[in-house]
C-alpha cells in the first residue's frame, strides 16, 4: 500500500508536466489545426531561459521563470508572426514542414548559444520532506500545486473572459469568429503566447528533478501528442486528464508489471481508449 | 493568386535552406582542401589529415565534443612545435571532423568521405556501434580505426587496423564486485543506461557478482532519452532493499539518478559503469557526500601522473572547463600516433603505422604521458594501467586493483 501510494505521488509529479506541456500544445493546435512539432523546442528554450536568468543574471528561481515565461511566449508569438502566419492559406503539410523546421533551427541554436553539455538548474526547493512515510521534495510538490493552480487559471480564463471565449470560438470557427468580428490574428499570437508560457512554466519546474541539455525536449514531446490525441485534439480537459492518465500509467505500470514495459502499457491504454472513443476521450461533437 | 503560390514556395525553400545550414554548423571546422599526405619526396611541409566522425549535434554531443577537444589540443600543441618529420619531411596536422549523430550507419558514410577525400590514415569514432560498423570495410579500404569504447567485443573480432584506446570495461568488474560487497553487502539492484553498451555492461557484471555470492535483487534500466524523472524506477528498485546500486551512462543524468536515490533514502553504495565519471557527477550533486561508497573510474584530475597538471590547466585555458579522461585518452593516442608514423617512417601506410604502435606508444614524449599506456596487444587494445577510486568519508580515494 505504502508502494502503491508513493507510486501515485511519483505519477502525479510527471504527469503534471506532462498536462502542462500538452496543455499548451492542444491550444495551438485548436488554432492552426496542425500538431506544433516545435513546441518541444519550446520547452527546452524555456529550460535555457530560466536557467540563464538564474546563473547570468542571479534573479531568484520565481523570478527567474517569470522571465522564461514571458521571453519563450514572445517567442511562440515571433514563430506565429514570422512562419505560421504567412503559411496560413498555405497547404496544412507546409505548416507541418515548417513546424519541425522550427524544430531543427532551435535546438542547434540552443546549442550554438549554450553548447552541448548537460546543465542543471540550482533550486531553492531541493528539501526531502516525509508526509506520512512518503518521500517527496519541496520541489515536487511545487510542481504538482502549480499545475494545478496554473489549470485552474487557464479554465476560468477560457471560460469566463471574453478573450478567452473568443480563443475558443476561433478554435471552433475560424471564419465564423471573424465574421462575428473577433480579431483573430490577435487571438492567434494570444494563444501563441500562451503555449509558450506553458511550455517554459513546465520546463522550469521540470528541470531542477531532471537537466538542461538541447534535447530535452525531446523527453516531453512525444508524449505530449499521445496525450492530446488520447484525450481529444484540441481539448482542454483532455490535455488535462490525459497527461494524469500517461504519468500514473508510466509509475503504477513500472511498479506493478515491469519497467521495461511501461511504454507499451501506456500506448495500449492508448489503443483502448482510441478504440472505444475513436477521437479521444473529450472529443468535441460535431467537428 | 499564382504570384502568392510562388512567395510561400520561397518561404519554404528559406525555411528549409535554415534547416540545413542548421543541421550542418555544427561539424565545419574541417578546412582542409583535399588530401595532400602523398608523402612522396621534396615539397615542404606536408599534411597528414587525421579523421573523426562522433557525435556532435544531438543528445550525445556533449560527448563528442569532448573527445574531439581532446584531438584538436594535441593536433595543435604538434603544429605549433613545427609538426612533426618523417624520413626528412615535415608534417602538420589537420583534424577533419564530420558529424555522425551517433548513428553507425552516418559514422560508416562519414569514414568513406573522410577516405576518398582526405585520404585519412587514422579515423577515430568514439562509439562501440560507429567501430563495428567501420570494422566491415575499413581492412579493404585501409585505414586504422582509431575506437574510443571499451567494449572489449571490437577487439576480439581479429580486426588487424583496429586500435582500442581506453582499458576495456571488464577489468573494472572483479575490483567494484569486491570492494562494494566487503563494504556494503551483497544485494545489488542493477539500474543501468538503455543503452547497447549498458545491456553489455550488466550482462558482465551480474552474473560475476553472483559468482561471488551475491544477489541481485532487482533488474531494469533507465532510457535517459525518454525519462524526465527517475523516482519511479528507483523506488521501484529501493523496495527490494538494495545494498548496492549499479548505476551509469553519461555522468550527468547518471549523477541524477544517485541523487534521487539518496532523496529516497538510500543509504548503500553505488556501482559506477566507467561512462560516467566521478569529478563530472560531483558538479551535479554539489559534493562527494553524495556520492559516499561509489566506486568507480579514477577521475582524471585527481590522477597523479605527472603530465596531468599541465594537460588539466592547458585544457582549462582553451576549453574553458575540466578535462575528462574523454579528451586525455584521445589526446594521448594522437601522440601515439604520431610517434607510430615517424617509428614506421610512413605518413600513408595504416598498417605499417599499426605494427609500430609500440615504439609509438614507448616515445610518447614524458611530459605528454597524461595515462600510463606501455604497450598494445596483439589484438589492438592499449593495455592501459586501471585505475579505480572510490569516495570515502567525502574524498576520492584510489583502490588497488584486484587481480
Not at chain 2, 230 to 242: G, M, R
Request: glycine share 10%.
Amino acid at each position: 500500500m505504502e508502494l502503491f501510494i508513493q507510486q501515485l505521488l511519483n505519477g502525479l509529479t510527471v504527469g503534471s508536466v506532462y498536462s502542462l506541456v500538452a496543455l499548451g500544445l492542444t491550444l495551438v493546435y485548436g488554432i492552426l489545426h496542425i500538431p506544433n512539432f516545435a513546441h518541444g523546442a519550446l520547452y527546452m528554450m524555456g529550460g535555457y531561459v530560466t536557467l540563464t536568468a538564474m546563473t547570468k543574471l542571479g534573479l531568484p528561481y520565481g523570478l527567474a521563470i517569470i522571465v522564461s515565461m514571458a521571453a519563450v511566449g514572445l517567442l511562440g508569438v515571433l514563430m506565429e508572426r514570422l512562419v505560421f502566419y504567412p503559411l496560413r492559406d498555405a497547404p496544412p503539410l507546409h505548416d507541418k514542414i515548417a513546424a519541425i523546421g522550427i524544430l531543427l533551427f532551435l535546438e542547434a541554436f540552443a546549442q550554438f548559444v549554450w553548447g552541448a553539455d548537460y546543465q542543471t538548474m540550482p533550486t531553492p526547493y531541493g528539501d526531502v520532506v516525509n508526509i506520512f512515510g512518503f518521500t517527496l521534495t519541496i520541489q515536487r510538490i511545487l510542481i504538482i500545486a502549480s499545475a494545478v493552480v496554473i489549470m485552474v487559471l487557464l479554465y476560468i480564463f477560457l471560460k469566463k473572459t471574453f478573450i478567452g471565449a473568443s480563443i475558443i470560438a476561433m478554435a471552433q470557427n475560424r471564419e465564423g469568429a471573424n465574421l462575428v468580428g473577433i480579431n483573430t490574428n490577435k487571438v492567434a499570437m494570444l494563444t501563441f503566447l500562451l503555449s509558450g508560457s506553458l511550455a517554459a512554466l513546465a520546463a522550469s519546474l521540470a528541470s531542477p528533478i531532471n537537466l538542461v541539455f538541447p534535447g530535452m525536449g525531446h523527453l516531453v514531446i512525444l508524449k505530449a501528442f499521445v496525450i492530446i490525441i488520447l484525450g481529444g485534439m484540441g481539448s482542454i480537459p483532455g490535455a488535462i486528464v490525459g497527461g494524469y492518465i500517461l504519468g500514473f500509467s508510466e509509475s503504477l505500470g513500472a511498479t506493478y508489471v515491469s519497467n521495461d514495459y511501461k511504454d507499451i502499457i501506456a500506448f495500449v491504454i492508448l489503443v483502448i481508449i482510441l478504440t472505444v472513443k475513436p477521437n479521444g476521450l473529450f472529443a468535441k461533437e460535431g467537428r | 493568386m499564382k504570384k502568392r503560390k510562388w512567395s510561400i514556395a520561397a518561404m519554404i525553400a528559406a525555411v528549409m535552406m535554415f534547416m540545413l545550414a542548421a543541421c550542418n554548423s555544427s561539424p565545419s571546422n574541417n578546412n582542409a582542401s583535399g588530401g595532400n599526405n602523398s608523402g612522396g619526396s621534396g615539397g615542404e611541409a606536408g599534411t597528414v589529415n587525421i579523421g573523426y566522425s562522433g557525435p556532435l549535434s544531438g543528445p550525445a554531443a556533449y560527448y563528442g565534443q569532448r573527445t574531439l577537444n581532446g584531438l584538436k589540443m594535441a593536433a595543435e600543441e604538434i603544429n605549433n612545435s613545427g609538426g612533426f618529420e618523417v624520413k626528412g619531411k615535415k608534417y602538420k596536422i589537420n583534424i577533419v571532423s564530420l558529424d555522425d549523430k551517433y548513428l553507425p550507419n552516418e559514422t560508416a558514410a562519414n569514414a568513406k568521405r573522410l577516405v576518398q577525400e582526405h585520404h585519412t590514415p587514422i579515423i577515430f569514432t568514439p562509439h562501440s556501434g560507429g567501430v563495428m560498423a567501420l570494422q566491415v570495410f575499413n581492412q579493404t579500404d585501409n585505414f586504422i580505426i582509431a575506437a574510443y569504447t571499451s567494449e572489449p567485443k571490437i577487439t576480439q573480432t581479429g580486426n588487424k587496423l583496429t586500435v582500442r584506446i581506453p582499458p576495456r570495461y571488464d577489468g573494472y568488474i572483479p575490483t567494484f564486485t569486491d570492494y562494494a560487497m566487503k563494504r556494503f553487502g551483497k544485494k545489488l539492484a542493477a539500474l543501468p543506461t538503455a543503452t547497447q553498451y549498458g545491456k553489455d555492461w550488466t550482462e558482465k557484471l551480474l552474473p560475476y557478482w553472483e559468482k561471488q555470492g551475491g544477489k541481485v535483487v532487482y533488474k531494469s534500466s533507465i532510457d535517459f532519452t525518454k525519462d524526465t524523472d527517475f523516482f519511479t524506477i528507483v523506488t521501484n528498485a529501493l523496495k527490494e532493499k538494495p545494498d548496492v546500486l549499479f548505476i551509469g551512462g553519461a555522468s550527468e543524468p547518471t549523477a541524477k539518478v544517485a541523487k534521487q536515490a539518496r532523496e529516497l533514502g538510500f543509504k548503500g553504495g553505488f556501482i559506477i559503469m566507467d561512462q560516467a565519471k566521478l569529478d563530472e557527477m560531483k558538479r551535479v550533486t554539489g559534493s562527494y557526500d553524495m556520492l559516499e561508497g561509489s566506486i568507480g573510474v579514477m577521475p582524471l584530475i585527481e590522477s597523479d601522473e605527472p603530465a596531468v597538471p599541465d594537460f588539466v590547466k592547458n585544457y582549462r585555458a582553451k576549453f574553458n572547463e575540466d578535462p575528462g579522461s574523454e579528451a586525455a585518452y584521445n589526446y594521448l593516442a594522437l601522440y601515439a600516433f604520431v610517434e607510430a608514423m615517424k617509428a614506421a617512417g610512413t605518413v600513408d601506410d595504416p598498417q605499417a603505422i599499426r605494427e609500430h604502435m609500440n615504439d609509438g606508444l614507448k616515445n610518447i614524449p614524458e611530459e605528454k604521458k597524461v595515462y600510463n599506456v606501455p604497450s598494445i596487444g596483439e589484438d589492438g587494445g592499449f593495455e592501459s594501467e586501471i585505475v579505480v577510486a572510490a569516495v570515502e568519508n567525502g574524498e576520492i580515494v584510489p583502490i588497488e586493483l584486484k587481480q
